[in-house]
């Protein structure tokens, strides 16, 4: 069974740093192409950004409002997803997803079949 | 950017009710669509992917069609567990993934 873990959310001053984490299990996660989307309270969903396989490049690719300020690394050997948020802003603040993401052979970008249960980020003074 | 819009927003239903709700792309997307169930405080579920075919495991009262800039998603005899938003989602880039902003299946 496949299971996305997320962990590190809480209450960060405007400014801030925080590390999101996704311990995946239940799939072979070095091949896994991996995402994370968010929702800000009440409001619809938003990609952030995702992460190649390294056996595909293992490059990343973000969203704009999070370029530069947020990196999505991964470390395959502890089958763990990482969110790096710098810099953040009050409109961060929502519920961060993990996801695995599916590229079909001859499809442009990618889907989302497994979600984690979330976590919330908060980023008020 | 594609931008998604979907239509209605919300929507009032009855169980047994057939359900379409319709979802636009600004520009061509072929077949590069998925929908999405979220009910409240939950994870999104995958339903369809590639604008038609079903997730396995997804009900068949599901269905979904169109291609290019108009897709729609067809509940075809609404279940008490249907009721939650849905989300369409386009993948026709290789780096930007945008979703529409949702609609809303409550109890009529």
């Known amino acids: 069974e496949v299971q996305l873990v997320e962990s590190g959310g809480g209450l960060v001053k405007p400014g801030g740093s925080l590390r999101l984490s996704c311990a995946a299990s239940?799939?072979?996660?070095?091949?896994?192409?991996m995402s994370w989307v968010r929702q800000a309270p009440g409001k619809g969903l938003e990609w952030v950004g995702r992460?190649?396989?390294?056996?595909?490049?293992?490059?990343?690719d973000y969203a704009a409002p999070v370029k530069g300020r947020f990196t999505i690394s991964r470390d395959d050997s502890k089958n763990t997803l990482y969110l790096q948020m710098n810099s953040l802003k009050t409109e961060d603040t929502a519920v961060y997803y993990c996801?695995?993401?599916?590229?079909?052979?001859?499809?442009?970008?990618?889907?989302?079949?497994?979600w984690g249960q979330g976590t919330l980020v908060t980023v008020s003074s | 950017d594609i931008q998604m819009t979907q239509s209605p927003s919300t929507l009032s239903a009855s169980v047994g009710d057939r359900v379409t709700i319709t979802c636009r792309a600004s520009?061509?997307?072929?077949?590069?669509l998925a929908w999405y169930q979220q009910k409240p405080g939950k994870a999104p579920k995958l339903l369809i992917y590639k604008a038609s075919s079903l997730e396995s495991g997804v009900p068949s009262r599901f269905s979904g069609s169109g291609s290019g800039t108009e897709f729609t998603l067809t509940i075809s005899s609404l279940q008490p567990d249907d009721f939650a938003t849905y989300y369409c989602?386009?993948?026709?880039?290789?780096?930007?993934?945008?979703f529409g902003p949702g609609t809303k299946v409550d109890i009529k």
């Open positions: 996801t695995t993401a599916v590229r079909e052979s001859s499809s442009p970008g990618i889907y989302f079949d497994y």
């Open positions: 992460i190649k396989s390294k056996t595909d490049g293992g490059t990343t």
């Open positions: 520009q061509s997307i072929s077949s590069w």
């Open positions: 239940g799939f072979t996660f070095s091949n896994a192409w």
């Open positions: 989602q386009q993948y026709n880039s290789y780096s930007l993934f945008t």
